[in-house]
């Protein structure tokens, strides 16, 4: 129980974090990358980013991946209304059914799509696959992105599952120097594995940060949709968890992503109803096949 209060109670401390680095971001997503350098807002949010990470990597030493990943939905409970608050207005009812959407259906597939298992560590072999895989998937989805015209959510996700594999690998790491001692540490896969973190920790970031050229609520919605998602897939498919789910549980649970689809559609549609000169942005699209 001691270990699960403080899971929560550092997750809500990420989620701040998180929260308060996506609207920085959010303000300056426009620029080009070079010009975001220049501006010391833009350092202090990568410094919350880091936090936000630390503290992340610090709650994996008291609950798996696969429970600690969900909890990343409070980071758009928190960060929605903050949004609203800095642009001196309230929620719109739009933008208040699709938090809400979102944050019971990501709950919903928490609680139900949860894993059991003792928590393992990638070996050489499925550490260089997943990195290899990762940076197939989030370069085609980048690239997605990054055409004219192209919906920002594109990024959104590839910067979701560029956070969750930066987790897993993060995970791989505590625990092995928590077993194994510092000298792991100069070892050469554990080496690969620090250097794939601050890679795709930066990929993320910079991704995240494009997707919320056109708004910060959709793109946040997605990120967090997609990073439990392939959390759980890599805690399944490599870390040696497993689904502990009954048929019932696993048809709600498919209620309850279609409810968390819905809210980011909402999300999303609702930056053309925001008042004032936020309404004539471009309107952020769920891109086809997503």
Known sequence: MADLIITIALCVAVAIAYATAALIQARYAHLPVMELLRIPQFWVALALNGLGAALHVTSLAFGPLSLIQPLGV?????AVPFAAATAKRKVTRLELQGMTNTVIGLAGLALLITTSGTTETLGSTELVALLVATVAVVGVLGALGNRPGASTLWEAIAGGAGYAVCSAL???V?????????GVLLEPITIVAIIGIAVF???ATLLTQRSYRNGLAAPLAVTNLVNPATATTIGVVLLGEHLATTPVEVVIAVVCALLAGL???QLARARDVVPGPAATAP????????
Not at 74 to 78: A, G, N, Q, R, S
Not at 174 to 182: A, K
Not at 283 to 290: K, Q, S, T, Y
């Open 263 to 265: 809210g980011v559609a």
């Open 174 to 182: 505590v625990v092995t120097v928590g077993d194994e001692g510092l």
């Open 283 to 290: 309107r952020e699209d769920v891109p086809a096949g997503a």
């Open 74 to 78: 409070l980071t758009l409970v928190i």
């Open 201 to 203: 920790a930066v990929a």
């Open 170 to 172: 993060c995970q791989t």
